[in-house]
């Protein structure tokens, strides 16, 4: 993907698909960041993009900064 479209991928409700939302990737990132994890992306223009989605194990420091989160049904609530 090109350079600039690369700089506004996690932007809400930007796309380059005729019937996309862009939400997907904004979504995405918002969890990560408050699971306190990231997305990487690395990405060469006509040979393909990759995303590594990067959490913390749960007794790690970052994910001690959540301690009010409870899974119910496989579900993360706040």
Known sequence: MDEET???IFTPLF???????GLG???CKRLAERLG???EVKSSKGAGTTFTLVLP????????KYPSR???????HA
């Open 70 to 76: 409870a899974r119910v049904r496989g579900a993360l």
């Open 6 to 8: 690369l700089k506004r």
């Open 57 to 64: 194990a749960s007794g790690s420091p970052e994910r001690q």
């Open 25 to 27: 990737l904004a979504v």
């Open 37 to 39: 994890g990231r997305i």
């Open 15 to 21: 796309t380059t698909k005729a019937k996309g939302t």
